[in-house]
């Protein structure tokens, strides 16, 4: 069953994932848009295409990957996801043909890759699809210390006006995974939605792309280019290819 968690979490929730777990903001599209210079760009993960469309809305030319039938589906069923180019596969591989001047991961998604070893083989892969001064974007959480340390726990899950939901998760140290459910109290029912993430820390990140000839150019808390330090949450983390030098 835990090869197939990701897989169970797409089928269960890709009718309701923009309203209750949609992810969007402004001001990534604002930094994508900008880094892809415009050149041609990559999503790993993909979904329901809550930043591709609007980066192609402003006319960048953006493709994406994803293992998900449903959530592609969901992507295909609005305006102009019909017309963005998508492979269907596991993003580890970046099966896909040509450079890129962009590649970006966003909202953890490059923790939902099990090991170690596929999240290495992510960034080489991303590596040789970037041109020559190209990006490659890392939106992620920073582990939380506290959380890592107390093993497992129960969370409250912000709190709307058709919902409320809690959130169940254990932690294995050794394997450095995240597994969790996430359990919604809506009209319709009880619906219960299983997480399992391989974190890792933002120096490990750092090393992963070092292997891979990427460096790390910038690292800001948010999108909105803020200071990375002790107290974020999150980073967004820009690694480039080097240009080539004559």
Same mark, same amino acid.
């Given at each position: 069953?835990?090869?197939?968690? %990701? ?83 596991? #993003? ?30 992510? #960034? ?14 890392? %939106? ?29 998760? %254990? ?68 690694? %480039? ?6």
């Amino acid at each position: 069953m835990e090869d197939k968690i %990701e897989e169970v979490y797409n089928q269960r929730c890709a009718d309701v994932y923009d309203q209750w777990f949609g992810y969007f903001d402004e001001a990534a599209v604002d930094v994508l848009e900008e880094l892809a210079g415009g050149g041609r760009v990559l999503e790993l993960g993909i979904g329901t295409g809550a930043l591709a469309l609007p980066l192609a809305a402003r006319g960048v030319r953006v493709e994406g990957i994803d293992a998900s039938p449903e959530m592609v589906a969901a992507l295909r069923a609005k305006p102009g996801g019909r017309d963005l180019p998508v492979t269907m596969g596991d #993003f580890a591989d970046v099966n896909v043909g040509g450079e890129f001047s962009l590649v970006y991961v966003v909202y953890n998604t490059l923790f939902a890759l099990q090991t170690q070893e596929e999240q290495v083989r992510c #960034f080489r892969g991303v590596a040789a699809r970037l041109a020559p001064g190209g990006a490659f974007v890392v %939106e992620a959480f920073v582990p939380d210390l506290a959380q890592l340390s107390a093993g497992g726990g129960v969370r409250l899950l912000p709190m709307k006006d058709d919902r409320v939901g809690i959130r169940l998760y %254990e932690h294995d140290p050794v394997r450095q995974k995240m597994k969790s459910r996430q359990v919604i109290f809506a009209d319709g029912g009880v619906r219960v939605f299983p997480v399992e993430v391989r974190y890792a820390w933002p120096s490990e990140l750092d090393l992963m792309a070092r292997l891979a000839g990427l460096r790390l150019r910038e690292r800001w808390g948010d999108w909105r280019r803020g200071a990375f330090d002790a107290k974020s949450e999150k980073h967004v983390s820009v690694y %480039e290819r080097p240009a080539r030098t004559h």
